[in-house]
């Protein structure tokens, strides 16, 4: 069965670092997405992107952060200069077309901030 | 504006009881769509269901079940039977299917579920 896959697994970084968080959406998906769960809270929507831009963002999603997806295959989040508050688990999820379609998560990567 | 509200923070019972994990949800959209997430100790996310705002009908998967209301805005998920392996926490989300909405999922704060032997 097709699944979402993400890596690193778990990544440790020091405040003012960059970061790049990498995906591998299920092949026939166009719409992907990325989440973020700090610790112990709810998932929290981070962005959208649908062909080759972005097609919404929330507020967590400010200057520091970019998407994108460089090739066929993979979609990727970064984070320019990293804070101790980014340290949460990053999810990526994918879905095809169609509002009603679910969205399949990666296992996540962990990313901790010190 | 869209909100999951997930009351019970923490559930436990015992292996075999029955429990029901509630979720109220707010939309003023009149198509949209409900999720539910299990997220074992793990940490990955497993889909669980999704309904279509027009489908109120109770749908039965196993053990599972889940009870839709429009009139109360509430999409509740039960489970028959516990086992140990459903321990998880357990989250409910809401699809907007508006135009130029890329389909983001919002959800609950989420219930833990822990099931003792």
């Known amino acids: 069965e097709p699944e979402v896959t993400q890596t690193p697994s778990h990544q440790v970084t020091q405040m003012g670092q960059e970061v790049i968080l990498r995906c591998v959406p299920i092949?026939?998906?166009?719409?992907f997405y990325w989440y973020r769960q700090i610790l112990g809270q709810k998932v929290e929507f981070l962005v959208s992107?649908?062909?080759?831009?972005?097609?919404?963002k929330s507020e967590i999603f400010d200057d520091q952060f970019s998407v994108e997806r460089p090739d066929g295959s993979n979609f990727t989040l970064k984070i320019r200069s990293t804070k101790l508050e980014d340290s949460a688990m990053y999810f990526c999820?994918?879905?095809?077309?169609?509002?009603?379609?679910?969205?399949?998560f990666g296992p996540g990567t962990r990313l901790l901030v010190l | 504006a869209q909100k999951v509200t997930q009351a019970q923070t923490e559930i436990s019972v015992v292996e075999k009881e029955d429990v029901t994990l509630d979720c109220v949800y707010e939309t003023r959209d009149t198509t949209y769509y409900l999720f539910w997430y299990k997220q074992p100790p793990s940490g990955e996310l497993v889909f669980l269901i999704r309904?279509?705002?027009?489908?109120?009908q109770n749908e039965i998967s196993g053990r599972y079940s889940w009870n839709f209301q429009k009139s109360t805005s509430s999409f509740n998920f039960t489970i028959t039977a516990s086992q140990v392996v459903d321990s998880a926490v357990y989250f409910c989300?809401?699809?907007?299917?508006?135009?130029?909405?890329?389909?983001?999922?919002?959800f609950g704060q989420g219930t833990e579920l822990s099931v003792k032997p």
């Open positions: 989300a809401l699809s907007e299917a508006g135009y130029n909405q890329g389909g983001k999922l919002i």
């Open positions: 309904r279509n705002s027009f489908d109120e």
């Open positions: 999820a994918s879905r095809t077309p169609g509002h009603q379609e679910t969205q399949y």
């Open positions: 992107f649908y062909n080759n831009e972005i097609s919404e």
């Open positions: 092949s026939n998906h166009l719409y």
